[in-house]
């Protein structure tokens, strides 16, 4: 079964950074105990790029999720991503470095807790596996195309320096709620 849905997410940037969105293709496919959950980048008459976004490009971002047991998976993560615009070095060495083990601590600590939470929110909504439940809109495939990143404006945010607030020290993200 593959189940295909279109969304739009915001990534809010750190100042001085502009901030970003992306439009996505999302598809995911059960097999037994495991998941691939895929998604790219796409271009939708509905959502244009916006003036006060950049429009950063999902070239293939997705996660393969093994099944290890009743309570146990592992979890391979990838993020093949244009954030666009020309950014410092600083910026794509710290996002690089920082981003993507963040989400998975992240995600680490949301699982742990999913089972207890699950319980008290609508257990037997379950749409990754009965697609029929979802209430989301359903996308006409002939309405979308590939958004490639060449096609799209490139901001120059190479001169910004980074500092203090910029580092996130400090940060909150790293709590999970």
């Not at 059960?30 to 980048?41: K, L, R």
């Not at 001169?159 to 709620?177: C, M, Q």
Request: charged fraction near 25%; hydrophobic fraction near 35%.
């Amino acid at each position: 079964m593959d189940t295909v849905g279109a969304d739009g997410a915001g990534s809010w940037c750190p100042k001085p950074l502009k901030n970003r969105d992306v439009i996505t293709l999302r598809s995911w496919l059960p097999m037994g105990a495991d998941y691939i959950i895929m998604n790219y980048s796409v271009k939708h008459p509905k959502y244009p790029p916006r003036k006060d976004l950049v429009r950063a490009v999902s070239i293939q971002t997705g996660y393969l999720i093994q099944g290890r047991g009743v309570k146990s998976c592992s979890i391979t993560y990838l993020a093949q991503v244009d954030p666009k615009g020309s950014l410092p070095k600083w910026v794509v060495n710290k996002s690089s470095q920082f981003l993507a083990p963040k989400a998975m601590k992240k995600m680490y600590k949301a699982c742990l807790k999913y089972p207890d939470w699950k319980q008290k929110h609508n257990p037997h909504f379950k749409p990754w596996l009965f697609p029929e439940q979802s209430a989301l809109p359903t996308v006409a495939l002939s309405e979308l195309s590939i958004q490639h990143a060449d096609s799209l404006e490139n901001i120059d945010e190479s001169s910004l320096s980074e500092t203090k607030d910029d580092r996130g020290e400090g940060s909150d993200e790293d709590s999970v709620n």
